[in-house]
């Protein structure tokens, strides 16, 4: 693991960001709209599953020089793993990331300049909730119809130690719909989510007009993860971690 150092600020960062990439040309302009934001007060950490690093390649040199000019901390990991890599990915940001606002962000997400900032307003007078979603424009995959509102990229969190237990759980022990590996009982993470926090009766936001771009036009929507089994069983997850560390908050049945 590395660090560019750059933040010398003695104070918590307000939000903490983790990208997950698989080498996606899209992740230096990620980086950019992220250090270009009017909020500065943000840590960032990458986690690279690609091939070939892309600590080599020169836009994202170009992004982590000037993540030290604006004084935000970027630090970054190569993660060797291939049946599990978008799992054990999450995990390695989660164990980075020990905050209280959460971010999993894409490396095909952009965001306008005071997004951040739209955002920290909130999570400082939010004590603490469930997740913050800012409105994501062609995210690529169908909504989650039972679901009043839905986890999607770019959504913060509020993590506290309850939320990490059963998310370092989570990602440790099962297979996502992303992971190359095989498993019978596979769960898709934004419907598990979507799910965790209504079940741990958590204020859950999404604010339409505070909007992100998801950048990869080309994507087709992904019908299949709608798929019964796969919402069924992400669904069965967040009941089954809930109940095991915090069975208070279950009501029977639920």
Known sequence: MISNGASTRSDQPILEIGILTKGKPTLSMVLVSLLLQELQNIRIHIVDTSETPVIKRDDVMFALKLAFDR?????????????????????????ALTGRNICFMDDDVVMPSDTLAKIASFVQDAGE??????????????????????????????????????LLEYYETTVDVLDKKRSREKVWEIAFLSRLFPLLGRRCVVQNDNVIYHLDYHERPKWDLLEPQLVRSSTTMARDLVRKHAPAVVAPGG
Request: charged share 25%; net charge neutral; with cysteine.
């Open 129 to 166: 909730y469930g997740y913050y979603a800012p409105f994501c424009r062609n995210t690529g995959a169908r909504s989650l119809a039972s679901e009043e509102h839905q986890f999607s990229p770019g959504t913060i969190f509020f993590q506290d130690e309850l939320v990490r237990n059963v």
């Open 71 to 95: 004084h935000i901390a970027c630090g970054y990991e190569y993660l060797r793993e291939k049946d599990r890599a978008f799992s054990t990915g999450r995990l390695k940001l989660l164990e």
